[in-house]
């Protein structure tokens, strides 16, 4: 008799969760995405019955006020929140399929986020924070570590590996979180404000910098932006408007 272990390991989880999901940019769609929060006795409709198709490798920029519901909506596709009603696919598989380890799992294995504030690890050098991801997927240290060098490399970061993040400027800081977010090669790139903490100048060099990294891996990739100049670099804009997506020209 062959022994069946009653616990998975997470990289097992993501392997069978994820087996029909090719590499590269992904194709996402959500249907009926609905997200209600309750506040002091109120109903609070932040997304209301989204429907939107985005294609494998698609750069899209999300536009709209504070407040309007942007993060919520990189949190529930990003499946860091579950929506109140709808779904959303990763190409034709739903997102959430499978329980809360095989949505970590696709979620460590499919998805990179970059958000305005790096949340870089204060006590790891910049060489662990980028390889963390790796590591949490069950990828051997020597072969994250190699993953790791590479993505900063790119991020022209190579003498900063072993400098911590009170070490680094705010423009190296967040080219290390974008390393971070690109170091599995992810099907789907999330970018809540990712210069939106910086200065002009250093803003469009980061941003020069992950548009290039996400061409050469062919992510899918969506940006939350309140600047126009950035969203104009976008070849297709969304605008949400009243829990809405509004298509702009």
Not at 76 to 89: I, M, S
Not at 110 to 126: E, K, N, P, R
Not at 197 to 223: I, K, M, Q, W
Request: hydrophobic share 40%; proline share 5%.
């Amino acid at each position: 008799m062959v022994d069946v272990p009653l616990v998975e390991k997470p990289e097992q989880v993501a392997a069978r969760a994820d087996a029909a999901l090719p590499s590269g940019g992904i194709a996402l769609r959500t249907q009926g995405l609905t997200k209600t929060y309750h506040k002091g006795g109120q109903t609070i409709r932040v997304l209301q019955d989204v429907d939107i198709d985005i294609g494998p490798g698609e750069r899209v920029a999300v536009l709209g006020p504070s407040g309007s519901g942007k993060s919520t909506f990189l949190h529930v596709v990003g499946t860091l929140e579950k929506p109140t009603a709808g779904q959303v696919f990763f190409d034709g598989v739903d997102a959430f399929a499978g329980g809360s380890r095989a949505v970590d799992a696709r979620r460590n294995r499919l998805i990179g986020f970059v958000f305005q504030f790096h949340h870089l690890l204060s006590d790891q050098t910049a060489l662990w924070n980028v390889a963390m991801p790796a590591v949490i997927a069950g990828v051997p240290r020597d072969q994250a570590r190699q993953r790791a060098v590479e993505a900063l490399e790119r991020m022209e970061l190579t003498c900063r590996l072993e400098h911590k993040p009170g070490e680094l400027s705010g423009g190296e800081q967040q080219r290390v979180a974008i390393a971070r977010a690109m170091v599995m090669k992810p099907g789907l790139l999330l970018a809540d404000e990712p210069t939106g903490n910086l200065d002009p100048r250093t803003a469009d060099a980061v941003f020069e910098r992950l548009l290039a990294l996400h061409s050469e891996v062919g992510s899918t990739l969506v940006v939350v932006t309140h600047s126009r100049e950035l969203a104009a670099r976008f070849p297709r804009r969304l605008r949400l408007v009243d829990g809405s997506f509004v298509e702009e020209s």
